[in-house]
């Protein structure tokens, strides 16, 4: 695989959307092939050993997915004449990201997609409603601005399915810049997390969940986001 890097600890997702971490690049005993170790980021989290050809042509970085999806809307920021300053990333008091943060994603959201859709799609028959695939005519600003009113049903009702609130949103929490924004898109976006959403924002999080029942796994992920939000306060004023 010549000069490419391959870091433990990044995230990779593939066309349908299924999201694995890379664990090890081995090499097979007697031919020498080159392995990719990895793991899938839901339940049941099988690990599996794939050639590194094939790995590589299955599967694409999650950071560079990400930074694919928002060039597009930078462009049309520079369009437009108006200046945005880099975005500067919260730096956790080791003073480093984990590499599961650095190539976080959309996570969930595509696992989540797989199985939230019948269920979405059954609700959205019984509205009546047609709603867009994918909710393109729902900007990145609307949705975070019905989050953080806590009112996407109002806001976005017939616009964007659930499914999709949810994916999106989830990838909105993982870019904010501070901690007290995560906070208030997190408990926007209550009503549609559910148990893997709620694992992965916590895994990209470095949160470590305990047993319980999805209430009480949420308010303790909110509980440690507070206190990253505090710590990152007081810093600021020292």
């Not at 899938?40 to 999806?69: D, G, I």
């Not at 969930?108 to 009546?128: I, K, M, P, V």
Request: glycine share 6%; hydrophobic share 35%.
């Amino acid at each position: 695989m010549g000069s490419k890097v391959w870091t433990a600890g990044n995230l990779y997702v593939n066309q349908s959307g299924k999201i694995v971490q890379l664990m090890a690049v081995a090499r097979q005993e007697g031919s020498a092939q080159e392995l990719a170790i990895y793991q899938e980021m839901h339940a049941p989290f099988t690990v599996w050993a794939k050639s590194l050809s094939a790995f590589e042509a299955t599967y694409h970085k999650m950071a560079e997915v990400l930074e694919e999806k928002r060039a597009p809307q930078e462009r049309t920021v520079e369009a437009s004449g108006e200046k945005r300053a880099p975005q500067e990333r919260v730096v956790e008091a080791s003073g480093a990201k984990s590499a599961l943060q650095e190539s976080v994603s959309e996570v969930s959201a595509q696992d989540l997609s797989q199985e939230n859709e019948s269920e979405a799609s059954e609700n959205q028959r019984a509205q009546g409603e047609n709603v867009p695939a994918g909710g393109a005519d729902v900007s990145e600003e609307e949705l975070r601005m019905a989050l953080e009113k806590g009112q996407p049903e109002k806001y976005l009702s017939g616009r964007i399915t659930e499914t999709e609130i949810a994916r999106r949103g989830m990838l909105q929490i993982l870019d904010a810049e501070s901690f007290r924004e995560k906070r208030q898109l997190l408990v926007g976006l209550r009503p549609y997390i559910d148990k893997l959403l709620l694992h992965n924002i916590a895994a990209a999080l470095d949160v470590v969940l305990e047993e319980g029942t999805l209430d009480d796994q949420f308010e303790s992920l909110l509980h440690c986001v507070d206190a990253h939000a505090r710590y990152e306060g007081g810093r600021l004023r020292s």
